[in-house]
């Protein structure tokens, strides 16, 4: 019995390993091909001759990726706290207090989950028009917002209702703490997981946008990465190392925020959506 365990490891560890090489096949291209001279013309597989960084600094200056990134950095930013704070806030009554009303205003908030953004795009545009929003970085966050807000209330309310037990409040509400005072310091702290999986989920779809902010953010002062990185792609299509090193660049920043926050992802993700 422990030898077909092991061999059943062993062949799962295998199909793992198999999955994420395979997976890594195009960020292996990528980086091969970003740090290559311009006239070196070797095979994609194949690492440079010469290890060269020009590229990403011509990618950063042709691109105009400084003012793209600062605005793409304050969308995101502005976005995700407001997701966290008022999402964390709306939850939470939303967990405690089973009222007929909660009920209602829960199941409609998990309703808005099911309807693809992209059918609101046109009343939407309209009313920003109307509004004078466009070009303006409080249209693309408040856009973010409304649209991670019912993901955000779903994951927090069920993380509270299925991990912080209830008696961590009652004795803080006898100490005197107030309702806010006991969220803030009682239960707030305590949503570490599921507030790095928001963030993960969020900002990684914010960072990336391209359906929405190509529709709200056209003038150049306030083009976010992926809008920049689009014009840039379509004319510099004969000069892939560029393209490879913006690509890169633009990139990173969110890998960086996965590696600090993966190891209470999947603890926060699981436990979120446990209970509805």
């Not at 409609?108 to 099911?114: N, P, R």
Request: contains cysteine; glycine residues 4%; hydrophobic residues 55%.
């Amino acid at each position: 019995m422990d030898y077909m365990n092991k061999r059943k490891k062993t062949v799962l560890t295998g199909i793992a390993l198999a999955i994420t090489l395979f997976h890594l096949i195009p960020f292996y291209i990528l980086f091969t091909t970003a740090f290559k001279e311009k006239g070196d013309f070797s095979s994609k597989w194949a690492f440079p001759k010469q290890w060269s960084f020009v590229n990403f600094s011509e990618a950063w200056e042709m691109a105009n990726l400084g003012n793209a990134f600062l605005n793409t950095v304050i969308i995101t930013f502005f976005s995700a706290l407001l997701l966290i704070v008022f999402g964390s806030l709306a939850a939470y009554p939303l967990a405690r207090r089973q009222t007929r009303l909660n009920k209602y205003m829960y199941i409609l908030f998990i309703s808005v989950m099911v309807i693809p953004p992209l059918t609101a795009l046109v009343p939407l545009y309209n009313l920003v028009v109307d509004m004078g929003l466009m070009n303006t970085h409080l249209i693309a966050i408040l856009n973010n917002v409304a649209s991670f807000m019912p993901l955000t209330i779903f994951l927090y309310a069920g993380f509270i209702r299925s991990t912080i037990p209830k008696e961590l409040e009652e004795a803080a509400k006898i100490d005197g703490a107030s309702t806010i005072g006991t969220f803030f310091k009682v239960v707030f702290p305590l949503l570490k997981p599921i507030t790095a999986s928001i963030l993960i989920i969020s900002c990684v779809y914010i960072w990336n946008d391209y359906q929405f902010a190509i529709f709200f953010l056209q003038a150049d002062e306030v083009k976010t990465i992926t809008v920049a990185l689009s014009g840039f792609f379509g004319s510099n299509t004969n000069n892939l190392n560029l393209v490879a090193a913006a690509a890169i660049l633009a990139v990173m920043p969110m890998a960086v925020l996965f590696l600090f926050l993966q190891k209470h992802f999947i603890q926060g993700l699981s436990a979120g959506s446990v209970k509805g």
